[in-house]
């Protein structure tokens, strides 16, 4: 099974910081990672997938890179509404596994 | 409107089975692979298992191996998850989700508490 471990696992930030999110695959993954956002009580929500590309209404703050076995979210300017625990996946092979999840908080 | 309704949740006795279902609306559901996942209390997210579209594979899970199946309607767009011999760890939100080289939408999840 691929293990990804996700960096840092707890992560305080204000308003309007640059935030970066790691993600680490075991093996190579080529460009299979997607990135969601979820708040309390709610389902995921996909912001990034094959590693890079926004899905249809992110805004544009967002922004994935990386590729084989070593990504990154970014989070450009942060906003009152980012503050989520954001979790990696990768779709390159079963079983679909998830890192273990960052929590962004205020500061 | 792209949309995934889960039911079927609720509270059952340890070693008992529920059957969830998920209704979906606004895509060609026949086209898609189909995901269940959980999430626990307070925890992360857990991959359960996959079908293909036209239930030609199926993928698990090590934790549910044996104990849950999957299938689908594809003529009534419908996902379902069977969970016989239910434990106390498989209380969790469960979610379906579709797969196209991601998982999105996913459904707003429903609750399955496992307890005596």
């Known amino acids: 099974d691929i293990q990804l471990t996700q960096s840092p696992s707890f992560l305080s930030a204000s308003v309007g910081d640059r935030v970066t999110i790691t993600c680490r695959a075991s093996?190579?993954?080529?460009?299979?990672l997607a990135w969601y956002q979820q708040k309390p009580g709610k389902a995921p929500k996909l912001l990034i997938y094959?590693?890079?590309t926004l899905q249809s209404g992110v805004p544009s703050r967002f922004s994935g890179s990386g590729s084989g076995t070593e990504f990154t979210l970014t989070i450009s300017s942060l906003q009152p509404e980012d503050f989520a625990t954001y979790y990696c996946?990768?779709?390159?092979?079963?079983?679909?596994?998830f890192g273990q999840g960052t929590k962004v908080e205020i500061k | 409107e792209v949309q995934l309704v889960e039911s079927g949740g609720g509270l059952v006795k340890p070693g008992g089975s529920l059957r969830l279902s998920c209704a979906a609306s606004?895509?060609?559901?026949?086209?898609?692979?189909m995901n269940w996942l959980r999430q626990a209390p307070g925890r992360g997210l857990e991959w359960v298992s996959s079908?293909?579209?036209?239930?030609?594979?199926?993928y698990y899970a090590d934790s549910v191996k044996g104990r849950f199946t999957i299938s689908r309607d594809n003529a009534k767009s419908s996902l379902y998850l069977q969970m016989n011999s239910l434990r106390a760890d498989d209380t969790a939100v469960y979610y379906c989700?579709?797969?196209?080289?991601?998982?999105?939408?996913w459904g707003q999840g429903t609750l399955v508490t496992v307890s005596s």
């Open positions: 093996q190579g993954i080529s460009s299979y």
């Open positions: 996946q990768q779709l390159n092979s079963f079983p679909r596994t």
């Open positions: 079908i293909s579209s036209r239930s030609d594979y199926m």
């Open positions: 094959a590693a890079s």
């Open positions: 989700a579709r797969d196209y080289v991601r998982f999105d939408p």
């Open positions: 606004g895509f060609t559901f026949s086209d898609y692979t």
